[in-house]
Nanobody, 116 residues
Framework: QVQLVESGGGLVQAGGSLRLSCAAS????????MGWYRQTPGKQREWVAI???????NYADSVKGRFIISRDNAKNWMYLQMNSLIPDDTAIYYC??????????WGLGTQETVSS
């Protein structure tokens, strides 16, 4: 019902910035919240950030003050601006969307690598 496609991942040096994008299609008007998780081999999946339909946001302590989640309602895109990147930010980043009708939907992920 909701399809999500991430983009914008890549290789960046520590201290740099990168913006991830998540394009939503399908039952987009039923989405209540969207956010990001990340996964590194050998580590537990970590929730990163969320933005609600009313515009409120929340962040994991590990990224608070460095990452900014936002949305472009006209384009139905959601973004994660990542600043002051550190090697521990290296992960596959997955966007997700929550809706009453469709439940939770996931993108396939985009690789972000931060070099020392």
């Amino acid at each position: 019902q909701v399809q999500l496609v991430e983009s914008g991942g890549g290789l960046v040096q520590a201290g740099g910035s990168l913006r991830l994008s998540c394009a939503a299609s399908g039952s987009i008007f039923s989405i209540n919240a969207m956010g990001w998780y990340r996964q590194t081999p050998g580590k537990q999946r970590e929730w990163v950030a969320i933005i609600y339909s009313g515009g409120s946001t929340n962040y994991a302590d590990s990224v608070k003050g460095r990452f900014i989640i936002s949305r472009d309602n006209a384009k139905n895109w959601m973004y994660l601006q990542m600043n002051s990147l550190i090697p521990d930010d290296t992960a596959i980043y997955y966007c997700y969307a929550d809706s009453v009708q469709a439940g939770r939907s996931w993108g396939l992920g985009t690789q972000e690598t931060v070099s020392s």
